[in-house]
């Protein structure tokens, strides 16, 4: 199981990119973040949306993989699962290819690819989480794409992956109600 036998006493430097559905993260804003290898993936999703400047209170889920349907992820944690305080960060360095996306509103579908880069010595005087680096401007989280917009068209539902997304997102919120 990700996440047993790691030491949680270092500190990770992990790049979060924003994707889309086939992974494609060239040219995309990015944040390279030090973070403490215990921080709990529930606070690493707020840590992850504070930094591109998005608003929480959406439903969110980290999965092992990281391109198209990653609803039958064989490692999946969910902001409905209560074990997300207890899965660290540092699970990213136990899955394939030590990355994992993070999905914040399964709406909107906002994806990142959190990739584990390395181990870096603790903030001294800058308490973890630290920015490291950033590149490129977030797009505007309820702009034209906006899960509010009126425009947007209902899911094309005749192809299979999309019924399962939809169906896999529909279930989610209904729990979340």
Excluded: C
């Excluded at 790691?6 to 994707?19: A, E, F, G, P, R």
């Excluded at 899965?87 to 990355?99: A, T």
Aim: aromatic share 12%.
């Amino acid at each position: 199981m990700p996440g047993e036998g790691s030491d949680n006493t270092d500190h990770l430097i992990v790049l979060v990119s924003l994707t889309d559905e086939s992974g494609y993260v060239k040219g995309n804003p990015y944040r390279e973040l030090g973070l403490s290898a215990d921080t709990p993936l529930s606070e690493v999703a707020g840590i992850i949306l504070d930094s591109f400047g998005f608003d929480s209170g959406r439903p969110f889920g980290f999965f092992s993989i990281i391109h198209g349907d990653y609803s039958s992820s064989p490692w999946q944690v969910d902001s409905f699962s209560p074990e997300i305080a207890s899965h660290p960060i540092s699970v990213i360095r136990d899955l394939p290819q030590s990355q994992i996306l993070f999905v914040y509103d399964f709406e909107e579908q906002w994806r990142f690819l959190v990739k584990y880069i390395g181990k870096m010595d603790p903030p001294q005087n800058n308490p973890s989480p630290v920015i490291l680096s950033s590149e490129g401007m977030a797009p505007d989280q309820y702009g034209p794409a906006a899960w509010d917009n009126p425009e947007k068209p209902d899911p094309d539902l005749s192809s299979g992956h999309n019924r399962e997304r939809f169906y896999y997102q529909k279930r989610l919120f209904e729990e979340w109600d």
